[in-house]
């Protein structure tokens, strides 16, 4: 089978861990299944997370930055992402395309058509079978937020307020798509709505599985 299943959300919106506990479903309910994550994810992606998130250092303008996210994306493909859809395995990953829209171009203002353009060729067009975004408002998680801020979290509030409705307005486009859930949900019924919708998308459905709990 091939699924591709993308998590987005603004900061501290917790979908780190709920792509997790998804993984971790997954493979208890033996369904072959990798996790991966953005800006990362291998050794070349790695190296270009570090520089964008870094603090310090040279200004990084809004194209150069376009232009990392992509070279990110387009080794992580060809090294991770195709290789495990190519095997049958599912793939989870955290963050993905709509990200680089919804940061680069609600956020720091750059053309979407450009970014289309530009995550087309990084993505060799594949979309997301599914992407669940955790919707917050930025001033709840950014307060939350104790450890040392990186580059993306020391932007203004007004930043974040873009980036959550650059998120909101794409979800909107193609609800079939995304599922939108409230990050302000207790963790267990996040995953439990998560489950919900994943396994509806798996070959054998739910009523014939034997569930196992959720982690
Ligand atoms: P995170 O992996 O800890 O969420 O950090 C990644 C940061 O990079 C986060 O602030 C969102 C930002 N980002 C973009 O601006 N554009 C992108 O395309 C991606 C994948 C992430």
Not at 17 to 41: F, S, Y
Not at 83 to 106: I, K, N, W
């Amino acid at each position: 089978m091939k699924l591709f299943i993308t998590f987005e959300g603004g900061e501290g919106c917790g979908k780190s861990t709920q792509a997790r506990i998804l993984w971790r479903k997954l493979h208890q309910e033996n369904v072959p299944a990798i996790l991966t994550h953005e800006p990362g994810g291998t050794a070349l992606g790695n190296e270009i997370r570090r520089l964008l998130k870094r603090r310090q250092g040279s200004h990084i303008s809004p194209q150069a930055e376009l232009f990392l996210f992509a070279a990110c994306r387009g080794q992580l493909l060809a090294e991770v992402i195709h290789p495990a859809l190519a095997e049958g395995r599912v793939v989870v990953c955290d963050r993905f395309a709509h990200s680089t829209l919804a940061y680069q171009g609600y956020g720091r203002g750059l053309d979407s058509t450009v970014i289309d353009t530009i995550n087309n060729l990084a993505t060799q067009n594949l979309k997301p079978d599914l992407t669940i975004l955790l919707d917050t408002p930025p001033e709840q998680a950014l307060a939350r937020k104790l450890s040392l801020k990186d580059r993306f979290e020391l932007e203004d509030l007004s930043f974040h307020r873009r980036v959550r409705e650059g998120y909101l307005k794409t979800a909107a486009t193609d609800p079939n798509h995304w599922l939108v859930i409230d990050a302000s949900l207790p963790k267990r019924k996040i995953s439990e709505i998560i489950w919900d919708q994943v396994s509806q998308l798996l070959p054998c459905p739910p009523s014939l599985r034997t569930e196992s709990p959720l982690p």
